[in-house]
């Protein structure tokens, strides 16, 4: 597509449930980073992808966290039994990655707004 | 390990002031810097890059210029305006790596 593409855009759940947050990116980008941004923070790597594997996951806050890739396109970004504390706004980029880090350039979402009450 | 530290905000200027936005990197090697903007119901776009040491980045008025020796990357705009009001991020990526790290974001307000 011409942008990333994120979905939904608002999401309130209740406490404990699960939440699947979509992001399709710009086709061809090889590289897909989830950022959390919660109010009044910056923002919080959480999971990089290359293709459809996941080299870097440091950032996941919790095993309640997931994330998948397939057809090194979309992906999704799983939260299981969710808390409060998850409440944030997340974050879908992609790159067209190139051995020259300089040509690295994100292309961010919209963002996902996630509310847990 | 890599990091990037930008000036606190809120920073709320008059409209035509100037505009200084101060950001300090850590990493080992060389990396690209960045400066990405998020409007207010929007998502962050990148507003201006340099690659290497001595490089100046511009775009809409803004330039920053990649200082390897100060380890800097401050944003500046000569005279903003009411449409700058956003929220503003430095980056960078090692030069051999994949992993983008941004600092903690400054909010801009111009008034008229």
């Known amino acids: 597509g011409a942008g990333v593409s994120q979905s939904p855009s608002n999401k309130v759940t209740e406490k404990g449930k699960d939440v699947e947050l979509r992001c399709d990116p710009i086709?061809?980008?090889?590289?897909l980073y989830w950022y959390r941004q919660s109010l009044g923070q910056g923002l919080e790597f959480l999971i990089y992808f290359q293709g459809n594997s996941a080299p870097d996951k440091s950032g996941l806050p919790s095993d309640r966290f997931s994330a998948e890739r397939t057809g090194g396109s979309v992906s999704t970004l799983t939260i299981q039994r969710t808390q409060q504390e998850d409440s944030a706004v997340y974050l879908c980029?992609?790159?067209?990655?190139?051995?020259?880090?300089?040509?690295?350039?994100?292309?961010f979402g919209a963002g996902s707004r996630l509310t847990v009450l | 390990g890599n990091s990037v530290t930008q000036m606190e905000g809120p920073v709320t200027l008059s409209e035509e002031a100037f505009l200084t936005i101060n950001c300090t990197y850590t990493?080992?090697?060389?990396?690209?810097l960045f400066w990405y903007v998020q409007y207010p119901g929007e998502g962050l776009q990148l507003l201006l890059k340099a690659t290497k040491a001595d490089d100046k980045g511009s775009n809409k008025g803004f330039e920053a210029t990649y200082r390897k020796e100060t380890t800097s990357f401050h944003l500046e705009k000569g005279s903003v305006q009411v449409s700058d009001s956003a929220v503003y991020f430095c980056?960078?990526?090692?030069?051999?790596?994949?992993?983008?790290?941004f600092g903690t974001g400054t909010s801009l307000t111009v008034i008229p």
């Open positions: 980029a992609s790159s067209l990655m190139n051995l020259y880090s300089g040509a690295n350039v994100l292309t």
């Open positions: 990493a080992t090697g060389y990396p690209s």
């Open positions: 980056a960078l990526i090692k030069n051999t790596g994949n992993q983008f790290y």
């Open positions: 086709s061809g980008h090889t590289a």
